[in-house]
């Protein structure tokens, strides 16, 4: 066993040890602490758990390898624009109001605001989304234990479904947000230290976010002496209008992803939602400030190192990851001599794995083995504190949507928690089938469920809020119209399925902002035609919207008011008499 695959195995094994230590001591018995863990999670170590839910295998793993190596740098920041700006959205749009609204998901939310057969639709939809992102978990973790471990790829995926299984089965959602704050920490931690070492390396500064400029100037030279394009030339990758359009997609997509607005039902207050969501955007700014550096630095070493080196001097790094298949040369001209050049071109005969940048960043800069253990549990932290939360959403949304709402709503809290532990348990093998079978490298797969959730969930949520007159007919409508068109256009033009251009250029990475625009207007087309919520309803949203409680808001939270009976038109009885009528101008 080698120095690498030691200190790797020290710390996946420690981590995975403190994981299952957290989820049996945070083992719960009622739906509430399964669903949201009871409403009692503080600020900040929920923003935290907000960060790891969202902080996945795409960003880990292939962020910097995707901002520097696929997108060259400046189109890639198409991600790091929308995966953060996203947060501002939901901070500002939903958390709070959502909290105040008081649910346990967001088809219960589309349920209760809507009616029945939106939340069945809804329901689709998060499960759609979330098999799409958890695919992309999967497949990151079996990146790590395939080089880390040198397991079969599958095996190490198993692997990974044992440890979710474990920890999310048992605990729900607080076994799963305090895992997920111990996760985080291991993740921020892998990634910081590498990133410090290597700035100080190559700039002497040791803060990357400085250093990162620094080497721009000479990345710049250096790719154009190899004929590449400027790392920081803009619109050499991207069109202008694919810039917006992928920027919106991962934007509007973050703000509509199901397993990130559930967390802000785990906060113990509307208060506590908002300061969550600025707790959750300050631990995120840490990797994504770091993440450009990162991708940089690895890029400026891989091209000293490895451009116009003969294969056989290559560095050892080089080796390991080419013998497992994530380094691939092809000595076109037959000189043993590795040429690289613009990414697609004849001339280039070197093509690095996006999802390897972080993961070998500590080895192309000559670190101790300690550090590259310590990022290969970093990269196993975020894999699976993503895929335990959209786990946990598929598990709620066929336990409580579709079991207790639908077939059986007079079942306990411990059929609903048996319902929704084989949910979870039947969830994790399917997303193992697609983490071993994955549509396209971790973030691509990881954008592509973006899309869906913008297309699908972003107009709804904020229409439901902010327009008391949104019907459950035009949100049924757009739902079905912004998730069908979405799905359909990324399946024709996803490469292993399509091949195609699309339309004007359209990626399938880019379209979600598309649908999410066909979801708006069919939704507010179809609410112009259709019956108008009840006034209870209406007065409702109005109330949701404003500090304080009123009695109808503290009822709804409670459970006190079902959501029929708020969808009744005569609900208007359920009003207080010493209340305004719902057409009041505040």
Known sequence: MSDIQ??????????????????????????AGFYVASGGIPAPANGAAVAADWMSAASFISLAGIVAFSQNGYAGSVYLMGWTGGYVLLAL????????????????????????????????????????YVAGQMAGAGVVFQRFLEVNNTVGILIGMTIVFFYAVLGGMKGITWTQVAQYTVLIIAYI?????????????????IGFGEILDQLDGLQRDLGIAAYTEAF???????????????????????????????????????????????????????????????????????????????????????????????????????????????????????????LAAPEIAGLPAPIVGLVAAGGLAAALSTASGLLLVISSSVANDVYYKKINPRASDKEQLLVGRIAMAGAIL???????????????????????????????????????????????????????TTLAYQIWTIDIYGNSDGIFGIPETGFGTVGMLINFAVTIVVSQFTTKPSPVMQQLIEDVRYPGHTKLTAAH??????????QERDSSVLLDEDEDPPSRDR
């Open 193 to 209: 230290i590498p990133a410090v070492a290597i700035s100080n390396q190559l700039t002497g500064n040791p803060f990357p976010q």
């Open 93 to 132: 749009l939903l958390a709070p109001y959502l909290r105040k609204f008081g649910k346990y998901t967001v088809p219960d939310f589309v349920g209760d605001r809507y009616s029945e057969s939106a939340r069945m639709v809804a329901v689709v939809c998060a499960i759609v989304v979330s098999f799409v």
């Open 430 to 484: 399917l997303a193992g089938y697609l983490g071993i079978n994955p549509p396209g490298f971790v973030a691509q797969v990881v954008a592509l469920a973006f899309g869906l959730a913008a297309a699908s969930f972003f107009p709804i949520l904020v229409l439901g809020i902010f327009w008391k007159n949104c019907t459950a007919a035009g949100a049924t409508a757009g739902m079905v119209a912004g998730l069908g």
């Open 557 to 566: 939270m409670k459970g006190e008011v079902s959501g029929e009976e708020l």
């Open 236 to 358: 050499t990758q991207t069109s202008r209008l694919n810039m917006v359009l992928i920027t919106g997609a991962l934007m509007f997509g973050t703000a509509g992803l199901p397993h990130v607005i559930v967390r802000f039902y785990t906060a113990k207050s509307v208060r506590a939602a908002r300061y969550s969501a600025l707790w959750a955007l300050f631990f995120i700014s840490l990797l994504y400030t770091t993440a450009p550096a990162i991708g940089a630095f690895s890029k400026f070493n891989v091209l000293n190192q490895l451009s116009g080196t003969p294969e056989s001097q290559a560095p050892g790094w080089y080796s390991t990851w080419r013998d497992v298949g994530l380094i691939e040369f092809t000595d076109a001209n037959g000189d043993g001599i590795i040429d690289i050049a613009a990414a697609g071109s004849a001339a280039n005969e070197l093509v690095i794995n996006n999802d390897i940048v972080v």
């Open 6 to 31: 030691l200190w790797t195995t020290v710390f996946v094994v420690i981590t995975f040890a403190l994981y299952i230590y957290i989820a049996y001591a945070s083992r719960v018995s009622d739906t």
